[in-house]
């Protein structure tokens, strides 16, 4: 099969690159700004090429002949929602929309990654793709532009699903966490990636594990290897078809609190130290910019993805601690484990 991967130098990117690059059946192509997590990772059947999918001839250059498009590309940081909400429907929305238009004229299959986030303020106790309703918040808080953004490209693929005019699977990620997350920021650092790279940086660095209205919004976090295993059922899966995916582990549901509790009994486990951080409670204004509205999550309903033959096999503790030593063994050398875990 031959694979377009877009946004292959990201964290996802380079891990469903190497998957796809052990698969000797697949020749793939990956398109990227930079290409730093993927050192050490490549082969015959794969090749970097330096760009950015908002430069649409180099896209359909790259993408003439392909079998699949997998398009990872997409701002993810809740600071650049509030900051510069254009761009991010930009980029989100419009750069997205020409990938697909053009797997519509060259009938190319699109595997596009949207996010979790598209359901809004949950009405129901679990999301269910194809059932649960996508509330979002004011337009006062343009953090929801993200959401909104990708909610929309999701109903274009529908849309055009429909007319048969596009064969295309969308994936909804849940907090997908391991090595190579993102990068790390200097202690007492406010906005910025995720959660869990925030928390990490406070460990080595001791400086303060900021808890966002208090930390009590939950999460459902899901293992790299496990992410990954799910992209390579949906494309291989004819039952994948014209479909929208939860990609999560129900299992791994907790606050954010109780993920700062966690790692850092962990960091404890792992090192032999005390850790020094301490829990600082901070406003979502005042940590991410005005604008900024976080909701409560409720896990999701995986069933249609488990329905295809895939099932997450990392727990709570070992998709943190697996994700932690990652940053761990580069700061102390302590060994790292294998990405199954």
Known sequence: MH??????GGFLGSHIAEALIN???????????????????????????????????????????????????????????VTQPLEVFDLNFRSNLAVADFCVAHDIRLIQFSTSE???????????????????????????????????????LHAYGLEGRLDYTI??????????????????????PRVFSHFMSALLTGGPMYLVNGGEAHRSFTHIADATAAVLTVLEHPGASKQIFNLGNPANDISIRGLAALMRELYEELTGATSATELVEISGD?????????????????????ALGWEPRHDLRTTVADAMRYYLGAANSIPQPSETG
């Open 286 to 306: 005042d940590f991410y910019g005005e604008g900024y509205e976080d909701t409560n999550r409720v896990p999701p309903d995986v069933s249609k993805l488990r």
């Open 3 to 8: 694979i377009l991967l877009l946004g292959a």
């Open 171 to 192: 994936i909804r990620p849940f907090n997908v966490i391991g090595s190579r997350l993102d990068y790390l920021v200097p202690a007492g650092t406010v906005g910025g």
């Open 23 to 81: 698969q000797a059946a697949h020749d793939v192509v990956g398109l990227d700004i930079d290409d730093d997590k993927l050192d050490g990772i490549g082969g015959p059947n794969f090749r970097f090429v330096r760009g950015d999918v908002r430069d649409a001839t180099q896209v359909e250059e790259l993408a003439a002949g392909v079998d699949v498009v997998v398009d990872l590309v997409s701002y993810a940081n809740p600071s650049i929602y």
């Open 118 to 156: 598209v359901y809004g303020r949950p009405l129901e106790p679990t999301y269910r793709e194809d059932a649960s309703p996508l509330v979002m918040g004011p337009v006062t808080k343009q953090r929801w532009i993200y959401a909104a953004a990708k909610q929309l490209l999701e109903r274009v």
